[in-house]
């Protein structure tokens, strides 16, 4: 999913380049909470909640019995 961020600061980026403070970017939440954590930009909405999926819920273990 892409998240919208803003620069606060000036920088680059070795595959989407140089950026400047007021600059807008798209990009995945990965990337976008990279720069947001390191102070370099701020969400321009808030970014969607992510929950991660439930593993299924094992059956209980059935316990062998031995042959007489």
Known sequence: MQVEIKFKRTGSHSVFGNFAAGDVMRCDEALAAFY???GVAKYT???A???PPQAPEAEPKKRATKAK
């Open 45 to 47: 909405t808030a970014p």
């Open 49 to 51: 909640e992510v929950v």
């Open 36 to 38: 947001v954590r390191d």
